[in-house]
């Protein structure tokens, strides 16, 4: 699987942002495609994931109420609404996906795919 991030950019706060993430190769039934960001001298961090199939999602308590992930399965695309940004908000946001697995969504090493990353900043 290949993933492919887009849709970042500079914005004020409060404002909002829509990141894409394409997919190429054969995504099971069950995967989980998902969200992490990394801000400047911080680890990376879990933002949101969502099942392929179910549509189920998780969410990190500080994306919870601003942000949605969704997916459109006919387009292999899965996207992060986010809305009301903050200044803390900025960072590289990575797409990435798992295959099935019983795992939290929240643990990094879990997941077996990773795309470039893709810059988001909120200015004040």
């Known amino acids: 699987v290949q993933l492919q991030a887009s849709g970042g950019g500079l914005v004020q706060a409060g404002g909002s942002l829509r990141l894409s993430c394409a997919a190429s190769g054969r995504i099971f039934s069950n995967s989980a495609l998902g969200w992490f960001r990394q801000a400047p001298g911080k680890e990376r961090e879990f933002v949101a994931a969502?099942?392929?199939?179910?549509?189920?999602?998780s969410y990190a308590e500080s994306a919870r109420g601003r942000f949605t992930i969704s997916r459109d399965i006919a387009k292999k695309t899965a996207f992060l609404q986010m809305n009301s940004l903050k200044p803390e908000d900025t960072a590289v946001y990575y797409c990435?996906?798992?295959?099935?697995?019983?795992?939290?969504?929240?643990?990094?090493?879990?997941?077996?795919?990773w795309g470039q990353g893709t810059l988001v900043t909120v200015s004040s």
């Open positions: 969502i099942t392929w199939s179910t549509g189920g999602t």
């Open positions: 990435t996906a798992r295959n099935p697995k019983t795992l939290s969504y929240t643990m990094r090493s879990s997941y077996d795919y």
